[in-house]
T-cell receptor, first 113, second 109 residues
Framework: SAVISQKPSRDICQRGTSLTIQCQVDSQVTMMFWYRQQPGQSLTLIATANQGSEATYESGFVIDKFPISRPNLTFSTLTVSNMSPEDSSIYLC??????????FGQGTRLTVV | AQRVTQPEKLLSVFKGAPVELKCNYSYSGSPELFWYVQYSRQRLQLLLRHISRESIKGFTADLNKGETSFHLKKPFAQEEDSAMYYCALRGNRDDKIIFGKGTRLHILP
């Protein structure tokens, strides 16, 4: 299995500021995925991060708002920029391991005030 | 377009009663289907996948391509089954996973 660590586990931020979330995997993986889980909602994919190339964003998400870095095969960051209360959510990092099983980090609970 | 539909937000079932969590999907090819579970204060984890045809914690799910469904079933509910259940779809081996909105299963004593 793959073990994923996310930092921070939670944060309370002022509107207009930015927060960078880190995701560390204990194994090398090709793709890393960033999801958002708003209160009472499902997981929505934000983007797919491949090492050595720009992230691929889903409809409704843009690089200026959610810049992603993927410097190596075990690490990625997601930044939530110019935050507003609507960005309050749980942000999850995920990877595939063993071909088809997805593993998830414990999530970062973000509250924007 | 890929889509996963879970019609029930909340399902309450008495302990010992059968459980069925519904899932329908929309995909033009042959997808991989999964059920993920999130217990209270734990991270999301895989429960089962259709290609394995396995039973995990008494749960089974059969892929019905004609009805495009992948319902999750358990003959006798247990209190520890209370959790959030997500049906998910993956179109290709290298593609992303799309989740349904989830169903909260509440087992009544």
């Amino acid at each position: 299995s793959a073990v994923i660590s996310q930092k921070p586990s939670r944060d309370i931020c002022q509107r207009g500021t930015s927060l960078t979330i880190q995701c560390q995997v204990d194994s090398q993986v090709t793709m890393m995925f960033w999801y958002r889980q708003q209160p009472g909602q499902s997981l929505t994919l934000i983007a797919t991060a491949n090492q050595g190339s720009e992230a691929t964003y889903e409809s409704g998400f843009v690089i200026d708002k959610f810049p992603i870095s993927r410097p190596n095969l075990t690490f990625s960051t997601l930044t939530v920029s110019n935050m507003s209360p609507e960005d309050s959510s749980i942000y999850l990092c995920s990877v595939f391991w063993g071909g088809t099983e997805a593993f998830f980090g414990q999530g970062t609970r973000l509250t924007v005030v | 377009a890929q889509r996963v539909t879970q019609p029930e937000k909340l399902l309450s079932v008495f302990k010992g009663a059968p459980v069925e969590l519904k899932c329908n999907y929309s995909y033009s090819g042959s997808p991989e289907l999964f059920w993920y579970v999130q217990y209270s204060r734990q991270r999301l984890q895989l429960l089962l996948r259709h290609i394995s045809r396995e039973s995990i914690k008494g749960f089974t799910a059969d892929l019905n391509k004609g009805e495009t469904s992948f319902h999750l079933k358990k003959p006798f509910a247990q209190e520890e089954d209370s959790a959030m259940y997500y049906c998910a779809l993956r179109g290709n081996r290298d593609d992303k996973i799309i989740f349904g909105k989830g169903t909260r299963l509440h087992i009544l004593p």
